[in-house]
C-alpha cells in the first residue's frame, strides 16, 4: 500500500514545521529504495524514512531502526558527498499530488531532492540549480543531465482519497506515528512470512537429502551383512592353506564350526593365491563389523533428526510454527553426521582425524595447497598427493621422529585420491613422503612442487572408511 495524496498532505503539515531549517546530520539507504535523513533541529533530531518502493512508497519521521548493508549503495554515496551537513530550507507538496519536494543548499548551492512517490513508477531524483537531472534512486530515469519534467498528473476534477490514517491522535506527530506503526508491523509480518517460507524451502530439501543419505546407510549395511560368515570362511581356508593349489576357483572343506561338521564348498578367486583368498575373505569381514559399528548408530542418530525435522515442518503447516529466537535455518537442518561435519570443515583448509587420531589437513584449491605445505606443514609431517594428477596437497600431523600408522596412512592416501581428478574412477595411486622432501618449483604456479624420496600406496575409495572420517570430523 502506497500513500494517497491526501495521507501526504496530512503527514506534510504536520513534520515541515519541525523539519525547515534543520541540518542534514547523517543519510542511510537500508534498502534499495528507501533513504532515511537523519535531520538536525536545535535540541533533537529527526529521522526522514522516503521511500520509493512501488508498493510502499512513502514519506515519514521514523523512530524504528533499519539495518544497513556494510557497504552504501552509489546513490547513498552520492547523497553522502553532496547534502551530508547541508540544510534543509523548504519541504513541500506539489500540486496536491504524490510529489514531494525538499529543497536544500549544499555545499555545491541550491539543490533539489524530489521525490516521486507515484506507485509503480517511484522514484527519488536529485536536481540542480537549473533543475536537471543529476541523479536516481532507482536508475530508471533517462534523460538524467536533462531539464526535469514532472510525471504526468492525475485528473484534477477526481475526488481525493479520504486518508486511512485521521483517526490516530496522539504525540507530537500522530500521523506520522500511525504510517510509521503500520509499515513497520507491515514489514514485521512480511519477514515474518519470508521466513517462514524458506525455512519450509529448506526444510524439505533437508529431508529429501536425509531420506537418500539414510537409504544409502542402509544400502551398504546390507551389503556388509552379506559378510558376516566371511571370517569363518577364512578360518577354514587357514585349515586348509596347505591342501590348496593356486588356481582352484573352490574348495570343499569340513566346517567344523558346525557341530554336525558338514562339508562346506569355498569359492576362491583362480587369480589368487590360498593366502590372498583368505585375507579377502578376513577383510571383508572386517568391512562387515566396521558397517554394523559405525552405520547401526549413525542411521538411529538420523532417524531422531528426522523426526524432529518432520515435527517442525508439521507446526509450520498446522500455523503453529516460530521462529527461533537466534535464526539459524541453515546451520540448524544439518542433522547428520555428514552434514555437521561438512559445516565444521569451513575455515583454512578441511580437517580431518584418523583412525589413531592424528589430524589431517587438505587443501581446498592451488593457494591453500600452498599454503598449507609450505606454510603449516612441519619438516617431519607427512606429505600425500594423488600421482599424475591435479588434486588437493594433504598433511597429516606426526611428531618428529614417529612413522605414521598404517590406517591414518590409508586414511590421507583416500583423502588425497578423493579431492583428486582420479575421484571417478575410484581407484589409483597416492604417492607419499615427509614434508621436507617437497620443494617448490620454482617459477610455477602456486601448489606446483618438486617431490622427492616417495613412495607409492595404491587406494580404492572405500566408503565406510570416508564416512567414519567424517563422522569423526563431526563429532570433535
Same mark, same amino acid.
Given at each position: 500500500?502506497?500513500?494517497?495524496?491526501?495521507?501526504?498532505?496530512?503527514?506534510? &503539515?504536520?513534520?515541515?514545521? &519541525?523539519?525547515?531549517?534543520?541540518?542534514?546530520?547523517?543519510?542511510?539507504?537500508?534498502?534499495?529504495?528507501?533513504?532515511?535523513?537523519?535531520?538536525?533541529?536545535?535540541?533533537?533530531?529527526?529521522?526522514?524514512?522516503?521511500?520509493?518502493?512501488?508498493?510502499?512508497?512513502?514519506?515519514?519521521?521514523?523512530?524504528?531502526?533499519?539495518?544497513?548493508?556494510?557497504?552504501?549503495?552509489?546513490?547513498?554515496?552520492?547523497?553522502?558527498?553532496?547534502?551530508? !551537513?547541508?540544510?534543509?530550507?523548504?519541504?513541500?507538496?506539489?500540486?496536491? *499530488?504524490?510529489?514531494?519536494?525538499?529543497?536544500?543548499?549544499?555545499?555545491?548551492?541550491?539543490?533539489?531532492?524530489?521525490?516521486?512517490?507515484? $506507485?509503480?513508477?517511484?522514484?527519488?531524483?536529485?536536481?540542480?540549480?537549473?533543475?536537471?537531472?543529476?541523479?536516481?534512486?532507482?536508475?530508471?530515469?533517462?534523460?538524467?543531465?536533462?531539464?526535469?519534467?514532472?510525471?504526468?498528473? $492525475? *485528473?484534477?476534477?477526481?475526488?481525493?482519497?479520504?486518508?486511512?490514517?485521521?483517526?490516530?491522535?496522539?504525540?507530537?506527530?500522530?500521523?506520522?506515528?500511525?504510517?510509521?506503526?503500520?509499515?513497520?508491523?507491515?514489514?514485521?509480518?512480511? %519477514?515474518?512470512?519470508?521466513?517462514?517460507?524458506?525455512?519450509?524451502?529448506?526444510?524439505?530439501?533437508?529431508?529429501?537429502?536425509?531420506?537418500?543419505?539414510?537409504?544409502?546407510?542402509?544400502?551398504?549395511?546390507?551389503? &556388509?551383512?552379506?559378510?558376516?560368515?566371511? @571370517?569363518?570362511? !577364512?578360518?577354514?581356508?587357514?585349515?586348509?592353506?596347505?591342501?590348496?593349489?593356486?588356481? =582352484?576357483?573352490?574348495?570343499?572343506?569340513?566346517?567344523?564350526?558346525?557341530?554336525?561338521?558338514?562339508?562346506?564348498?569355498?569359492?576362491? *578367486?583362480?587369480?589368487?593365491?590360498?593366502? $590372498?583368498?583368505?585375507?579377502?575373505?578376513?577383510?571383508?569381514?572386517?568391512?562387515?563389523? %566396521?558397517?554394523?559399528?559405525?552405520?547401526?548408530?549413525?542411521?538411529?542418530?538420523?532417524?531422531?533428526?528426522?523426526?524432529?525435522?518432520?515435527?517442525?515442518?508439521?507446526?509450520?503447516?498446522?500455523?503453529?510454527?516460530?521462529?527461533?529466537?537466534?535464526?539459524?535455518?541453515?546451520?540448524?537442518?544439518?542433522?547428520?553426521? =555428514?552434514?555437521?561435519?561438512? @559445516?565444521?570443515?569451513? !575455515?583454512?583448509?578441511?580437517?580431518?582425524?584418523?583412525?589413531?587420531?592424528?589430524?589431517?589437513?587438505?587443501?581446498?584449491?592451488?593457494?591453500?595447497?600452498?599454503?598449507?605445505?609450505? !606454510?603449516?606443514?612441519?619438516?617431519?609431517?607427512?606429505?600425500?598427493?594423488?600421482?599424475? =594428477?591435479?588434486?588437493?596437497?594433504?598433511?597429516?600431523?606426526?611428531?618428529?621422529?614417529?612413522?605414521?600408522?598404517?590406517?591414518?596412512?590409508?586414511?590421507?592416501?583416500?583423502?588425497?585420491?578423493?579431492?583428486?581428478?582420479?575421484?571417478?574412477?575410484?581407484?589409483?595411486?597416492?604417492?607419499?613422503?615427509?614434508?621436507?622432501?617437497?620443494?617448490?618449483?620454482?617459477?610455477?604456479?602456486?601448489? %606446483?612442487?618438486?617431490?622427492?624420496?616417495?613412495?607409492?600406496?595404491?587406494?580404492?575409495?572405500?566408503?565406510?572408511?570416508?564416512?567414519?572420517?567424517?563422522?569423526?570430523?563431526?563429532?570433535?
Amino acid at each position: 500500500m502506497i500513500l494517497n495524496r491526501t495521507d501526504l498532505a496530512l503527514v506534510l &503539515a504536520e513534520i515541515a514545521p &519541525a523539519l525547515r531549517g534543520g541540518w542534514t546530520q547523517k543519510i542511510h539507504q537500508p534498502h534499495a529504495h528507501t533513504i532515511v535523513l537523519d535531520i538536525r533541529m536545535p535540541g533533537e533530531t529527526h529521522r526522514l524514512l522516503i521511500s520509493c518502493d512501488p508498493n510502499n512508497a512513502r514519506l515519514h519521521l521514523t523512530t524504528g531502526s533499519h539495518l544497513n548493508p556494510p557497504t552504501p549503495p552509489p546513490f547513498c554515496q552520492f547523497l553522502r558527498a553532496h547534502f551530508q !551537513g547541508a540544510r534543509l530550507d523548504d519541504i513541500h507538496q506539489i500540486e496536491n *499530488d504524490r510529489l514531494v519536494e525538499l529543497q536544500m543548499t549544499s555545499r555545491d548551492g541550491p539543490r533539489v531532492i524530489m521525490c516521486e512517490l507515484t $506507485g509503480p513508477k517511484a522514484n527519488i531524483l536529485v536536481l540542480d540549480v537549473e533543475r536537471r537531472i543529476l541523479r536516481d534512486c532507482t536508475r530508471q530515469c533517462t534523460n538524467v543531465g536533462q531539464a526535469y519534467e514532472p510525471p504526468g498528473q $492525475g *485528473d484534477a476534477s477526481q475526488k481525493p482519497a479520504p486518508s486511512r490514517f485521521t483517526g490516530c491522535v496522539g504525540g507530537r506527530h500522530p500521523v506520522s506515528d500511525a504510517i510509521d506503526t503500520y509499515y513497520r508491523e507491515r514489514e514485521s509480518g512480511r %519477514a515474518g512470512d519470508r521466513l517462514k517460507t524458506e525455512r519450509l524451502r529448506i526444510l524439505k530439501k533437508t529431508l529429501k537429502k536425509e531420506l537418500r543419505l539414510i537409504e544409502a546407510w542402509r544400502s551398504d549395511l546390507a551389503k &556388509a551383512a552379506t559378510y558376516r560368515d566371511y @571370517a569363518r570362511y !577364512g578360518e577354514l581356508i587357514k585349515a586348509n592353506l596347505g591342501s590348496i593349489a593356486k588356481g =582352484t576357483d573352490q574348495i570343499e572343506v569340513t566346517d567344523y564350526f558346525d557341530d554336525q561338521l558338514p562339508t562346506m564348498t569355498i569359492p576362491l *578367486d583362480p587369480m589368487k593365491s590360498p593366502q $590372498g583368498n583368505m585375507n579377502d575373505y578376513f577383510r571383508k569381514h572386517r568391512k562387515h563389523l %566396521a558397517a554394523q559399528r559405525e552405520l547401526t548408530p549413525r542411521i538411529e542418530q538420523a532417524e531422531l533428526g528426522l523426526a524432529r525435522l518432520r515435527q517442525e515442518l508439521h507446526e509450520i503447516e498446522q500455523g503453529t510454527w516460530t521462529p527461533p529466537a537466534t535464526p539459524s535455518p541453515r546451520l540448524r537442518v544439518a542433522t547428520s553426521p =555428514t552434514a555437521r561435519a561438512i @559445516a565444521q570443515q569451513r !575455515g583454512p583448509f578441511r580437517r580431518f582425524t584418523s583412525t589413531d587420531g592424528l589430524p589431517i589437513f587438505v587443501g581446498r584449491n592451488a593457494r591453500e595447497n600452498d599454503e598449507l605445505t609450505f !606454510g603449516l606443514a612441519k619438516s617431519d609431517d607427512l606429505w600425500l598427493h594423488a600421482r599424475g =594428477t591435479p588434486g588437493s596437497h594433504v598433511v597429516v600431523r606426526l611428531e618428529k621422529g614417529t612413522d605414521p600408522p598404517l590406517e591414518t596412512l590409508r586414511d590421507a592416501a583416500t583423502l588425497a585420491l578423493l579431492y583428486s581428478d582420479l575421484k571417478k574412477s575410484g581407484k589409483g595411486d597416492v604417492i607419499y613422503t615427509r614434508r621436507k622432501w617437497v620443494k617448490k618449483a620454482k617459477g610455477q604456479a602456486p601448489g %606446483a612442487v618438486i617431490v622427492t624420496q616417495e613412495k607409492s600406496v595404491h587406494i580404492s575409495l572405500d566408503k565406510i572408511r570416508l564416512d567414519a572420517l567424517k563422522n569423526r570430523t563431526s563429532r570433535e
